[in-house]
């Protein structure tokens, strides 16, 4: 969990960057804006309340998070990708709903073809 909480500023960074913009605007350059906003407007969970969510289920080392938007009419208008390496050595692909935290499919498991 200290590993987890370390790495939230330099994850933080990463989620801030990979932002996409759900359609090309002449504002791309502003992704970080539109995440804070959205933050703001509770459409979407801190990236701290993210990683004591899926620290709990999940244990390992977080090596990557992105913060999807994906097309408008979609159930799930937000989505965190995580990448995660599990005390096992797996690498699993989390995908969670950015406002409700449900976990909303994994991949890399023991069970799963990928």
């Known amino acids: 969990m200290r590993r987890l909480r370390a790495a939230i500023p330099a994850l933080a960074a990463a989620l ?6 759900a359609a090309p605007r002449a504002d791309d ?9 959205a933050l703001r407007e509770g459409k979407i969970q801190p990236l ?8 709990a289920d999940y244990p390992g080392d977080v090596l990557e998070v992105e913060l999807e ?9 937000y989505v965190y990708e995580i990448r995660l390496l599990t005390r096992d050595g797996r690498v699993l692909k989390l995908e969670l709903d950015a406002a409700t935290l449900e976990v909303l499919e994994v991949r890399g498991r023991k069970d799963d073809d990928d």
């Open 69 to 77: 938007v994906e097309d408008a009419g979609e159930r799930h208008p």
């Open 48 to 55: 701290a309340r993210v990683l004591d969510r899926i620290a």
């Open 29 to 37: 350059d502003h992704d970080h804006d539109r995440a804070r906003v």
């Open 16 to 21: 801030l960057a990979a932002l996409p913009a």
